[in-house]
């Protein structure tokens, strides 16, 4: 386990700094009565989640590799960080909508149908915690595949 203490901390970090995220997103009222601005304001996230994977390929190149990196070992790094926050993305879901923003799926429900782009039924079955659930774990493997190998071109070092 101690091969992989590194991409363990950065998962952990990395699913910590995603809630730390939607507490800010609550906050700013993306998640109530500024609910129409959250589908586009959620994306900066992806700025904070590419430094992220940055920082954390280059801890690993640093401390890992002794300052050198091959895009494969930058690669598996940002992979097996991915499995990390896949497999702790459940239970950041569960800790986001039960205790950081419960209103949540009520608010971006009620939004949806008034915009007309669901019906009730539609908007119910799409916006909820099973769902999200099954977003957030494959929605992060998809970007955390596709962040693995570009960081990885750009943190690798001979």
Not at 127 to 138: V, W
Request: charged fraction near 15%; charge should be positive; glycine fraction near 6%.
């Amino acid at each position: 386990m101690k091969k992989f203490a590194i991409e363990i901390k950065w998962g952990i970090l990395f699913t910590i700094i995603t809630l730390l995220w939607t507490y800010l997103e609550k906050s700013f009222g993306w998640h109530g009565e500024l609910i129409q601005k959250h589908a586009t304001n959620t994306n900066y996230f992806a700025i904070v989640a590419i430094a992220v994977y940055v920082i954390a390929l280059l801890d690993k190149r640093k401390n890992y590799y002794s300052g050198k990196m091959k895009w494969v070992q930058g690669f598996s790094t940002g992979m097996f960080i991915t499995l990390i926050i896949a497999i702790l993305s459940p239970l950041a879901q569960y800790i986001t909508h039960i205790f950081i923003t419960p209103g949540f799926f009520p608010n971006v429900i009620q939004h949806t149908i008034e915009q007309g782009k669901l019906s009730q039924e539609e908007a119910e079955a799409y916006f909820n915690l099973k769902n999200y659930i099954f977003q957030s774990i494959l929605g992060g493997v998809i970007m955390g595949v596709i962040t693995s190998a570009i960081v990885a071109i750009f943190v690798k070092k001979k």
